[in-house]
């Protein structure tokens, strides 16, 4: 079922008042578009039980147990949903690097490394963000929700401009961190 993005915004409306029809219709047209998203954040990751199906799966019910979050366009949700993706990988790498540690200490020196730099760029982000919500919201909806900038610039009511600058010095702060990080 392919909807056009004014559509999209309503089901997302009327599923966030509470419509289970609007839920299930919205939820079978932007089916595809989710397993997309779950696809580039499971690449270059190991997940011995996660696959595509069940992040998508994950992040669906999670973001249905948000029921007080309203969604003013398709993406707007569509970061919202990368953002919940994301969460849930860095709670599994976490969670697994806490069961490594109870278990065996000397398991802590061969975990892997792509989870490693996962948490290094949660905690990064976190820290950006209480620099400056803005950039943070940059990074995240060019990372996460892989927005253009002209799509950043109408989300967040931005200049095109303004947002090449903020992702140039969001990138530049990031860099540094990670690069102390790791």
């Known amino acids: 079922m392919d909807l056009v993005a004014d559509e999209i915004t309503e ?6 008042a ?11 047209s932007i089916y595809a578009d989710l397993r997309q998203i779950a696809r580039s954040r499971l690449r270059g990751e190991r997940h011995d039980t996660l696959n595509t199906t069940a992040l998508v ?4 019910l999670a973001m249905a147990h948000r029921q007080q979050v309203s969604f003013e366009s398709r993406r707007h949700y569509f970061a919202y949903a990368a953002k919940a993706m994301r969460n849930i ?6 969670q697994r690097f806490a069961d490594k540690r109870q278990a065996e200490p000397e398991l802590l020196m061969q975990q892997d490394e792509d989870s490693l730099e996962l948490v290094a760029l949660d905690q990064a982000l976190a820290r950006l963000a209480s620099l400056s919500g803005r950039l943070a919201q940059v990074v995240e909806l060019r990372l996460v929700a892989g927005l253009s900038n002209n ?10 401009r303004t947002v090449a600058r903020d992702w140039l010095k969001a990138r530049a702060l990031l860099g540094q961190w990670l690069e102390a990080a790791l």
């Open 11 to 16: 089901l997302l409306r009327r599923s966030g």
């Open 89 to 94: 990988l860095i709670d599994r790498v976490r």
């Open 151 to 160: 799509e950043i610039a109408a989300q967040l009511g931005l200049n095109e």
């Open 57 to 60: 799966h994950e992040a669906w």
């Open 18 to 28: 509470g419509d289970g029809e609007a839920a299930a219709r919205l939820l079978d």
